[in-house]
């Protein structure tokens, strides 16, 4: 794993939005794994006004609520729709958000995962993480070799998306379809994109951390290639800063980032 830590969320942002441009121009066919959220907003911002080809690229996203329809301005189909599709030159064919309005979830969840087989596999998968340290939607006791399945969603999820739902709690769905944390690991490369000081001390844990159930961010650690890119407040609770920004100086890998 490599953390990198950038001044502030804009940077932060900016930084992945090279990253993904980067491996799209190297591979035009490039299969990505997409996340919703707060923190990817400015990201999609900068990824669509870098003018990158996505014309040959599949897309799969990480999560959807159960019981939100495609059209509703607070599912993730929606949410994905306004702040990247379209504004980028992806088919919407090779768009792909679990269908959390499937008559028959357990049979949606096992074609999203034949849907990914099939493309060859995810490249790379973006990542955020929540308040609770979830992945997706890998709330708590997750376990590490899981699959695409429904799940239900933790209070403090539900807390931490009210503002989705006009600030209310109990509004936010209790359920939702989530790639497992066994599917994340199987991307060939991760990026994590944390941002603020209220994820501060749960990202503490997941990188620095043991590897555990309770904090499915915990698993990036096994992945081989994973990088973690952060801001100033986000990173504010590490132990080990003075190394990692030794290696973002000094690595000829991230040369062109700097
Ligand atoms: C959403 C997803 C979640 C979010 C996480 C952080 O598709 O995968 O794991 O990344 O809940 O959400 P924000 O960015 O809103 O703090």
């Not at 620095?208 to 081989?224: D, F, N, R, Y």
């Amino acid at each position: 794993m490599e953390i990198v830590i950038r001044p502030d969320a804009d940077a932060a942002a900016a930084l992945v939005a090279q990253l993904i441009g980067a491996r799209v121009c190297a591979k035009p066919n490039l299969v990505l794994g997409l996340a919703t959220g707060r923190t990817m907003e400015p990201l999609y911002d900068q990824l669509a006004a870098l003018g990158v080809d996505f014309s040959r690229s599949h897309s799969f996203n990480l999560d959807e609520y159960v019981g939100v329809p495609p059209d509703n301005p607070q599912s993730y189909r929606h949410y994905m729709n306004e702040r990247l599709f379209d504004r980028i030159n992806i088919e919407r064919d090779n768009t792909h958000v679990p269908d959390g309005m499937a008559a028959d979830l357990g049979a949606e969840v096992a074609h999203y995962e034949r849907l990914i087989k099939d493309v060859g596999g995810i490249d790379l998968q973006l990542l955020g993480i929540g308040d609770d340290g979830h992945i997706g939607f890998n709330e708590p006791l997750s376990a590490l070799m899981s699959r695409t399945r429904e799940k239900a969603l933790t209070p403090k999820t539900r807390r931490q998306n009210a503002a989705m739902f006009g600030g209310d709690p109990d509004r936010v769905p209790k359920r939702a379809l989530t790639m497992g944390v066994g599917t994340i690991l199987e991307a060939r490369e991760i990026i994590l994109l944390a941002t603020g000081a209220a994820k501060a001390g749960i990202l503490a844990k997941a990188v620095e951390g043991p590897i555990t159930a309770m904090i499915s961010a915990s698993a990036v650690q096994l992945h081989p290639r994973c990088k973690v890119v952060l801001d100033a407040a986000a990173a504010s609770a590490l132990s080990q800063k003075e190394y990692y920004d030794w290696i973002f100086q000094n690595e000829p890998e991230w040369e062109a980032f700097r």
